[in-house]
């Protein structure tokens, strides 16, 4: 039987801490439910002393999460204890996390302390925290950096006041892995009370060696690993959670341990997070990214076809996907491309095939993005862009807080120029309005998304766009410096290929028709 390794995540406390992913208490409290429902262990809920807010979180998830153990943090401070036990005491199973540093730098520069005196610190607070709760964390702060021999007296002492788990985190990320567990196997042979104790890794991604840095500390010893979702934290973030639970799973053969988490629900909590703080996960993230389980060269897409395992170390359904992703694009082959004709309904001839596949690189290497219309119009022989029936010519807005919102927007329609002018709730709405009266359409807005592709005041800006009827829809990006005009040109892309899809819709309708009337 294996070895169980504990997942400590810290979204709510060292996530938060990622400049601008500030959360409000009911974003806090979703996040926790989702955690509670995947089996994380231990939810660390927050900072109580940190702020009134912070403190009222920590109290909310503690009688809100049903099953997993909530810890709140607080520094080597009797006040700090206290207020951490006051938000936790509601939990089902409360525990006190309580650190202080142990490295030289922290102590000369920061704390200005003595070892002594931080020896001292540990038994005064340690003590303390056990008195109120029999669940109590006790970490070295940048124990990556501490001298061992120190670092053990702190080690043993935290464990004889009290502590049931001790956490050594590498607060900076500053050591290798080879470094990493090495101080984890020699506190393992050092420390004469540390089998009374858990030993917890926690780690940080300033040289991106977090997750191989826990590895390292889990195959020393390590039997909790403390982490967040998508790998948010302080700096360049923690060890991700997902990086961590899935290696586990994976790597059976020489980590032979297991974790409790439903991996299933890693891509929902992935998403969740992202939502709440904002925070895009970059596309070749690790697990969660668009592009995990993405594959557009034709060699992949075609071992792909044969077997997943050729270039898959897991199913996407492991983590709560649907399926792999065969993106075409200029590096696609043919047996990919065939494939996605297929699911689109076309089955040409060999002969036509290659014609087809030959007309199709043409047109990667000149698109960014090939979406399925894009392959339905090569396959009707269709040579049209979907901007010839409609085309955006001009906008001129007039908005502002003193005046009303008023678009004034061209656009070709049929090879005829048509101009309105249309007011709204805002420059936005107004410009939709009068893309709306001019085309004649009135289809339902499911998205709208903007996000800058570039940094400063005079980024290039990006919006998406979906648009829904009945059981179709169609999702378009425009780009601008100006944003108005970004949203006029994803409205009038999706527009496009909505009609289109329309379009082959009822003669796909028709058709059968005439085949039941024979």
Known sequence: MTEKIYIFDTTLRDGEQSPGATMNLDEKIQIAEVLDSMNVDIIEAGFPI?????????????????????????????????????????????????????????????????????????????????????????????????????????????????????????????????????????????????????????????????????????????RQVECTINGMGERAGNSSLEEIVMTLKVKKDLMPYHTDIKTELIMKASRLVSSITGFPVQPNKAIVGANAFAHEAGIHQD?????????????PESVGLNKSSLVLGKHSGKHAFSEKLKELGYEPGDNALMELFGRFKDLADKKKEIFEEDLIALAEDRSASYDEHIKFVSLEVNAGSLSKHEA?????????????????????????NAIKIITNTDFHLKLFQVHAITAGTDAQGEVTVRLEDEDLSSQAKGSDPDIIVASAKAYISALNRLIFKKTKSFVKKSAEIKIEGV
């Not at 005491?89 to 931080?118: D, G």
């Not at 656009?411 to 939709?432: C, H, R, W, Y």
């Open 408 to 432: 004034k927007l061209t656009l070709i329609m049929d090879e005829k120029k048509v101009t309105n002018i249309s007011q709204g709730n805002g420059p936005v709405d107004a410009t939709f």
């Open 50 to 222: 940190a702020s009134n807010g912070d403190f009222e979180a920590v109290c909310e998830v503690s009688r809100k999460v049903k099953n997993s153990t909530i810890a709140g943090l607080a520094r080597a401070s009797l006040k700090d204890i206290d207020r951490a036990w006051e938000a936790v005491q509601y939990a089902k199973s409360p525990r006190i996390h309580t650190f202080i540093a142990t490295s030289p730098l922290h102590m000369k520069y920061k704390l200005k302390k003595t070892e002594n005196e931080v020896l001292e610190a540990i038994n005064k607070t340690v003590l303390h925290a056990r008195n109120l709760c029999d669940n109590i964390e006790w970490s070295c702060e940048d124990g990556g950096r501490s001298e061992l021999d120190f670092l053990y007296k702190c080690i043993e002492l935290a464990i004889n006041c009290g502590a049931t788990t001790i956490n050594i985190p590498d607060t900076v990320g500053y050591t290798l892995p080879e470094e990493f567990g090495k101080i984890f196997k020699n506190v393992k042979n050092n420390v004469v009370n540390i089998d009374k104790a858990i030993l917890s890794t926690h780690t940080h991604n300033d040289l991106g060696l977090a997750t191989a840095n826990n590895v390292a500390a889990i195959k020393e010893g390590a």
């Open 303 to 315: 071992g792909m076809l044969k077997h997943a395992g050729t270039y898959e170390i897991m199913t």
